[in-house]
């Protein structure tokens, strides 16, 4: 097994984080490093004010990358994330001026407040890693990593994501309430807010590049492969299941068992990778059947797992 380039710096980042400013929230962090680290995004769903967006704030300052915030409300519009071109009367002609999609981490608070035509102004610059405005094509920076949160559909004001937005989204996950003492903590010292936007950054962008060239190069067994293949097809013959994992949602699996190796500073996926990940990845993208609606995805999911032996390696 080779030495990982720069794994050391990425779980450094995760320690500090997770020990010093974001106690309680480490299985998150750890979640949207692997996203950024595979190029994915992260979807952030839970009640408002457990600390998503101080969250988000802290992750880009650690990493030391541009942050671009969105505050979804029902009158915004697709330019309000994208940009517009403005006329400009001095010079004669139209000038783009980019929106907060323009950074390297963008985080989408509360996306399921805009409405569908500007949740879909997200699709191009998710899938595509670009913008199309009037026309002319814009490439994103790298690396890029949408961190959207979402409030619970069955609250006032919020529209559902529609299937095709949902399968952006690498993984899906919550934050949670934190442990009582991290919480009374909490509540004794009040935000830090204004601590979070002085986290002087944790690694040079070159170490991140180079983090991510060694996620891609993490090997993937014929036996995990098997494996991730016998997942998909279980969630596709299941009998409550309407659509099954797709084939990108098959990649996304083994992109974040990949990223899960890394983190654990092994140049190859073992099962026990996918088995860390699956749950993160897939409930999200599982379609039930009408009348199977109100079941428990993520039991569904354990059913199957227990069905489909952990292979050898």
């Given at each position: 097994m080779q030495k990982l380039a720069k794994v050391d710096e990425m779980n450094a980042v995760l320690e500090e984080l997770s020990s010093q400013h974001l106690k309680g929230k480490v299985r998150a962090l750890r979640l949207s490093l692997m996203s950024l680290l595979t190029g994915g995004h992260i979807l952030l769903e839970d009640i408002p004010g457990l600390?998503?967006?101080?969250?988000?704030?802290?992750?880009?300052?650690?990493?030391?990358?541009?942050?671009?915030?969105?505050?979804?409300?029902?009158?915004?519009?697709?330019?309000?994330?994208?940009?517009?071109?403005?006329?400009?009367r001095t010079e004669g002609r139209f000038n783009f001026i980019k929106g907060p999609?323009?950074?390297?981490?963008?985080?989408?608070?509360?996306?399921?407040?805009?409405?569908?035509?500007?949740?879909?102004?997200?699709?191009?610059?998710?899938?595509?890693?670009?913008?199309?405005?009037?026309?002319?094509?814009?490439r994103l920076p790298e690396p890029f990593l949408v961190l959207?949160?979402?409030?619970?559909?069955?609250?006032?004001?919020?529209?559902?994501?529609?299937?095709?937005?949902?399968?952006?989204?690498?993984?899906?996950?919550?934050?949670?309430?934190?442990?009582?003492?991290?919480?009374?903590?909490?509540?004794?010292?009040?935000?830090?807010?204004?601590?979070?936007?002085?986290?002087?950054?944790?690694?040079?962008?070159?170490?991140?590049?180079?983090?991510?060239?060694?996620?891609?190069?993490?090997?993937?067994?014929?036996?995990?492969?098997?494996?991730?293949?016998?997942?998909?097809?279980a969630t596709r013959n299941h009998p409550l299941i309407q659509a099954g994992l797709s084939t990108r949602g098959g990649i996304g699996l083994v992109d974040a068992a990949k990223a899960a190796a890394f983190l654990h500073g092994r140049d190859f996926v073992a099962p026990e990778d996918v088995r860390d990940v699956v749950h993160a990845v897939c409930p999200h993208r599982l379609i039930f059947r009408p009348e199977h609606e109100g079941v428990d995805k993520e039991h569904v999911l354990n059913a199957i797992l227990k069905e489909i032996p952990l292979p050898l390696t």
């Open positions: 600390g998503k967006t101080t969250m988000a704030l802290a992750f880009a300052s650690a990493l030391g990358l541009s942050f671009g915030r969105v505050q979804c409300t029902s009158d915004l519009l697709p330019s309000d994330i994208t940009g517009l071109s403005v006329f400009d999609i323009f950074n390297n981490i963008v985080l989408i608070d509360e996306i399921n407040r805009a409405m569908p035509k500007t949740q879909s102004a997200l699709l191009e610059a998710m899938e595509e890693r670009r913008v199309t405005v009037e026309g002319v094509t814009y959207a949160t979402q409030n619970p559909v069955e609250q006032v004001g919020t529209y559902p994501l529609p299937e095709s937005q949902m399968d952006r989204f690498l993984i899906r996950t919550g934050i949670g309430y934190p442990p009582e003492e991290i919480e009374k903590g909490i509540l004794r010292q009040g935000s830090i807010r204004d601590e979070i936007m002085h986290i002087p950054a944790l690694v040079r962008i070159d170490d991140l590049v180079t983090a991510i060239a060694s996620v891609k190069a993490v090997y993937v067994g014929e036996k995990v492969t098997d494996y991730v293949y016998a997942i998909i097809r």
